[in-house]
């Protein structure tokens, strides 16, 4: 899968941000914000407005917020599995953690047996139907943790390094400021 969904949405809001832009300046029009057009210059300072907002807008998007994103990883070894293989070995999937296909699978189309919703740690609770698309199985209850909380480690990881670092320098300057600072004699 890929973010062209969420590309494309954020690019259609590009619109709705330029007509609050419009709309402000409007309403600022005579009001102590620095300017006062008379008569239609105004619909022309707002298309204005909008014009500039949608270039810089669409110029961050495509310019500025990859910098800030994480880079797609080729992976050969998964890119050649077919879903069930890998399905069978990872519980969660689109249909497992998406509580209203569990429950349309189980009310309106009455599966048998019916896609069940995951919760962490009951992962034995799944069943196999391979014409829905589940094909985990965990008879033993041996599933092993992932490694669903990495994002959070590698921000908490940064975090002590720049605090260590931080600490670092800082009792650097300190110390050499106290040395200074303290005269023999001086209880």
């Known amino acids: 899968s890929n973010m062209d969904v969420d590309w494309w949405s954020q690019v259609m809001l590009i619109p709705c941000c ?9 309403k600022a029009n ?22 500039v907002h949608f270039v810089v807008h669409l110029l961050m998007l495509v310019y500025v917020v990859p910098l800030f994103g994480k880079r797609q990883q080729d992976n050969p070894e998964l ?40 919760f962490m740690g009951k992962e ?18 041996s599933t092993p943790r992932d490694d669903e909380d990495m ?12 605090a260590d670092r931080l600490s670092t320098r800082l009792s650097f300057k300190w110390g050499s400021m106290s040395s200074r600072d303290v005269k023999p004699g001086d209880d």
């Open 18 to 26: 330029g007509l609050i832009l419009m709309c402000c300046i409007f």
């Open 30 to 51: 005579k009001q102590g914000y620095g300017y006062a057009v008379e008569g239609n210059k105004i619909v022309l300072y707002c298309v204005t407005g909008f014009v």
């Open 79 to 118: 890119d050649e599995k077919r879903y069930c293989e890998v399905n069978q070995n990872l519980a969660a999937s689109w249909f497992s953690t998406n509580p209203v296909h569990c429950l349309r699978s189980q009310k309106i189309y009455k599966h048998a047996p019916a896609c069940t919703y995951l």
């Open 124 to 141: 034995h609770v799944l069943q196999v139907n391979e014409s829905i698309g589940c094909y985990f199985c965990d008879d033993a209850g």
């Open 151 to 162: 994002d959070w480690r590698e921000v908490t990881e940064a975090a002590r390094q720049v």
